[in-house]
């Protein structure tokens, strides 16, 4: 056991003078783990969004962001619980149902919509005079 820490360690210090392509693969794994970690948590995102929305309570990886140990933060792999079935929560839950089907309903009607907020940030930031997607 002992030789091996003293071999990561070693392996660490001289980093630098690793072949460029040890430096690159070790950055394609950390880029790969990366994006598995913010797909991961981008999904846990949306579907406790649209689960309590009916009053229940889904997190996919609850442990995800203790300070447990590695295998541990992935146990368990769900959790399930039922929320509280107060006023303002329905309130809440109600504001949130409206306000997404009127958000669709406004890109749907208004397919430029999108394109042409785009094109203001463009032309505000980046300095361009032109008006690509026929906006106002």
């Known amino acids: 056991m002992t030789i091996l820490v ?3 360690v ?3 210090v001289l980093f630098p003078i690793w072949p460029y392509s040890v430096k690159y693969g070790i950055w394609l794994v ?3 783990l990366l994006v598995i970690l913010v797909g991961i948590i981008i999904l846990r995102l949306i579907v406790y969004l649209l689960i309590s929305i009916f009053n229940y309570h889904i997190w996919i990886f609850p442990n995800l962001f203790y300070s447990n140990g590695i295998l541990d ?3 368990p792999v769900i959790q399930i619980t039922k929320g509280d079935s107060s006023w303002f929560n329905l309130f809440l839950r109600l504001f949130a149902i409206s306000a ?3 958000l669709s309903v406004h890109i749907y009607l208004n397919p430029t919509f999108i ?3 785009s094109s203001l940030i463009y032309r ?3 300095g361009s005079k032109i008006n690509s997607y026929g906006c106002s």
Do not use: P, R, T
């Open 30 to 32: 950390s880029l790969v």
């Open 124 to 126: 505000k930031y980046l």
């Open 73 to 75: 933060s992935f146990i």
């Open 6 to 8: 003293i071999s990561l």
């Open 100 to 102: 997404f089907i009127l």
């Open 115 to 117: 394109d042409c907020n």
């Open 10 to 12: 070693l392996a660490a």
